[in-house]
């Protein structure tokens, strides 16, 4: 058994953690604010199983104590301003979120002399930005377009510099476009399976933005949890980052005849023209996480299969 803190842990990504690692019977305490997460994200989870705090992790001040009191096994950092849209509207406030809290974060390890078997980041396939070359390798060029994906980035290499110079591990990813249970569809620019998810329960009209021939690596959360999973584990995987996707891409058109055929509907879309920004095509090279054992499970008829099974 093991002590985590995930961060963000009643958000989409970090609920479905929690879960897991709950089920194996490891620790875990919680800090999230709740601007984005839902304590109903965790209602298949009994609450005396883990510790939750309803707070902010720019708090320095508390993040620091709880950190100290509690001298985690593994740290687990998920909590973000998870919409790009928010990111170009408010873009100090969301910079303090995304970038700086995480860099405290790492800061009072260093300072506090903490050891961590491992700190884990989530970046974004955001960072590669709208450069045409595919598939996106982890050293393929960095285009950060938006307040969000250069937090990210800027992240992302904190922690592993950090990691480097003060040897503390830690290991980081870019997740390509996640959908799942727990993923809340309330915002335009919320995952557009979750939207279309929305949509075709309520049978009200979906807006497409473009053909629909855009392509996107759609990665089902439990994969993506298999993977947090795997590079906390692996002591291979330091001061590194990694992709985290399938490695097949679909068009947008494809999948909503995938979800359509699924819960035997049909979509109503409007179309629209692309939005401003809209990347075309998307993919993802995965061959590095394959190398530490990483499979994906979920191809995406699996995946939908039990996404709606289990929302
Ligand atoms: C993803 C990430 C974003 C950023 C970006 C980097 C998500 C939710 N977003 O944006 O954070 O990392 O990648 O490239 O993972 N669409 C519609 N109708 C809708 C909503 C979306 O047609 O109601 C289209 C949208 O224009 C796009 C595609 O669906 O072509 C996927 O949209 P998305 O917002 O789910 O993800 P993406 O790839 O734009």
Redesign the pocket.
């Known amino acids: 058994m093991n002590k985590y803190l995930v961060t963000g842990g009643a958000g989409f990504v970090g609920s479905n953690l929690v879960q897991e690692l709950i089920k194996d019977g490891n620790e875990v305490v919680i800090v999230d604010d709740l601007s984005m997460g839902d304590l109903n994200n965790l209602k298949n989870v009994d609450s005396n199983k883990y510790t939750f705090y309803q707070r902010s992790i720019t708090d320095k001040q508390f993040m620091e104590e709880l950190l100290v009191k509690e001298n985690f096994d593994y740290i687990v950092l998920l909590a973000a301003v998870?919409?790009?849209a928010d990111s170009i509207e408010r873009p100090y406030e969301t910079h303090l979120i995304n970038q700086e809290a995480n860099i405290d974060i790492i800061e009072a390890v260093r300072k506090n002399k903490l050891t961590p078997k491992k700190v884990y980041f989530a970046s974004?396939?955001?960072v590669?930005?709208?450069e045409p070359t595919l598939p996106k390798k982890e050293t393929s060029q960095i285009k950060p377009l938006?307040p969000?994906?250069i937090d990210?980035f800027a992240s992302e290499r904190y922690l592993i510099t950090y990691g480097k110079l003060y040897n503390i591990p830690t290991v980081t990813t870019r997740?390509?476009?996640?959908y799942g249970p727990n993923?809340n569809p309330s915002s335009?620019?919320?995952?557009?399976?979750?939207?279309?998810q929305d949509k075709l329960q309520k049978n009200t009209e979906?807006?497409?933005?473009?053909d629909?021939e855009?392509t996107?690596d759609f990665v089902y959360v439990k994969d993506v949890i298999q993977a947090i999973r795997i590079l906390l584990e692996d002591e291979r995987a330091v001061y590194d980052v990694y992709n985290v996707a399938t490695g097949t891409s679909e068009s947008?058109i494809n999948v909503i005849h995938h979800f359509e055929k699924n819960m035997n509907k049909e979509l109503q879309i409007q179309y629209?023209p692309?939005?401003v920004g809209?990347?075309?095509y998307?993919a993802a090279d995965i061959s590095k996480l394959k190398a530490l054992g990483y499979q994906p499970e979920y191809d995406l008829a699996r995946g939908l299969k039990d996404y709606i099974t289990h929302s």
Request: glycine content about 10%; aromatic content about 18%; cysteine-free.
């Open positions: 998870a919409s790009v974004s396939a955001a590669y930005g709208d938006t969000y994906a990210k997740f390509f476009n996640v993923q335009p620019y919320s995952g557009v399976l979750s939207i279309i979906f807006t497409l933005f473009g629909g855009q996107r947008l629209y692309a939005r809209d990347i075309k998307s």
